[in-house]
């Protein structure tokens, strides 16, 4: 069946970097564009980053460009999450969901497959 195990997270203080990985199996991984997400305590899902397979373009939510850089390698289907500059507002628990190719990836929570998450904690 269809894994996605994220892993990378951990306690960092606030300036600190992290990169946190999606190890995928059970699916042919170029075929999917992978997405990351974030929930912090008490609030919605937030996606914060994609990437499509097809052509490696990148999308970024807002509040995290220019610190957050995502990157995949298809041939260790594995997808990452370079996370610069952490601030405090960045702890949650992220995670990595997968769609088919053939639908663009976007920052909403329309994907078909999802892992379990990892914590990322910023804090002095």
């Known amino acids: 069946q269809v894994q996605l195990v994220e892993s990378g997270g951990g306690l960092v203080q606030p300036g600190g970097s992290l990169r946190l990985s999606c190890a995928a199996s059970?699916?042919?991984?170029?075929?999917?564009?992978i997405g990351w997400f974030r929930q912090a305590p008490g609030k919605e899902r937030q996606g914060v980053s994609c990437?499509?397979?097809?052509?490696?373009?990148?999308y970024y939510a807002d509040s995290v460009k220019g610190r957050f850089t995502i990157s995949r390698d298809n041939g260790r289907n594995t997808a990452y999450l370079q996370i610069d500059s952490l601030k405090p507002e960045d702890t949650a628990v992220y995670y990595c969901?997968?769609?088919?190719?053939?639908?663009?990836?976007?920052?909403?929570?329309?994907?078909?497959?999802w892992g379990q998450g990892t914590q990322v904690t910023v804090s002095s």
């Open positions: 990437i499509n397979s097809r052509d490696g373009s990148t």
């Open positions: 969901a997968a769609r088919p190719a053939f639908r663009i990836c976007v920052l909403s929570a329309d994907y078909n497959y």
């Open positions: 059970g699916l042919t991984f170029n075929w999917y564009n």
